[in-house]
């Protein structure tokens, strides 16, 4: 069975560095797209950054550019999100998901059960 677990979230203070893990079993992350999510209370769910499977192409949303860094590492069927210069903004359940590409939420196949990152002094 198709499966994604996100993990590394946790609580950093603002400028801090987080970097989060999306470990898939049942099938090979590199045949697809993977996205990372997130969710802030009271707000929807925003794609924050995606890679591809073809040529490892990265997208980011404006609000993490410079900031966040998706990565791949086929070998351990693993897809990182690494954070820097966090912000409290920042807060929010954050998931994986294999996509058809990009950064809307509409594009997602699968979602992972999510991992929260909180950032507070």
């Known amino acids: 069975q198709a499966q994604l677990v996100e993990s590394g979230g946790g609580l950093v203070q603002p400028g801090g560095s987080l970097r989060l893990s999306c470990a898939a079993s049942g099938f090979t992350l590199d045949y697809y797209a993977i996205g990372w999510f997130r969710q802030a209370p009271g707000k929807e769910r925003e794609g924050v950054s995606s890679i591809s499977s073809n040529d490892g192409s990265t997208y980011y949303d404006d609000s993490v550019k410079g900031r966040f860094t998706i990565s791949r590492d086929n070998a351990k069927n693993t897809v990182y999100l690494q954070m820097n210069s966090l912000k409290p903004e920042d807060t929010a359940v954050y998931y994986c998901?294999?996509?058809?590409?990009?950064?809307?939420?509409?594009?997602?196949?699968?979602w992972g059960q999510g991992t929260q990152v909180t950032v507070s002094s």
């Open positions: 998901a294999h996509t058809y590409g990009g950064l809307g939420v509409s594009s997602v196949i699968q």
